[in-house]
């Protein structure tokens, strides 16, 4: 399977990009500059407790890869301030989203 027919198969599996819970807590991940590689793998780890996760960006087309969760913030660096990102646990039971706007946020 590969990186399109991955993400036609689980992006329904993701909450809603944007998490109506008023109380969500945004971190600044990236300073227009450069991604805060440090305060995304914190809040990577904090979240999602697994060694491999699954990461959707939302493009055109959208694309989806199965990765260690050490390679994670290096794709998020490609994509942040173009794509809106989503990562979860293999599992789809906790999720980070990160907005195109350097913004990150995680969902229970």
Avoid at 30 to 50: K, R, Y
Wanted: glycine residues 4%; aromatic residues 8%.
């Amino acid at each position: 399977m590969d990186e399109f027919e991955l993400y036609d198969e689980v992006v329904l599996l993701f909450p809603a990009l944007w998490p109506a819970n008023p109380s969500s807590t945004w971190a600044n991940v990236h300073d227009g500059e450069c991604l805060n590689a440090a305060a995304l793998a914190d809040l990577l780890t904090n979240t999602i407790d697994s060694s491999a996760v699954v990461l959707l960006i939302h493009s055109d087309p959208g694309v989806a890869m199965r990765l260690p969760m050490e390679r994670a913030c290096g794709f998020v660096a490609e994509a942040i301030l173009r794509h809106e990102i989503q990562i979860s646990n293999s599992e789809f039971t906790k999720f980070v989203s990160v907005s195109r706007h350097g913004l990150a946020t995680c969902s229970p």
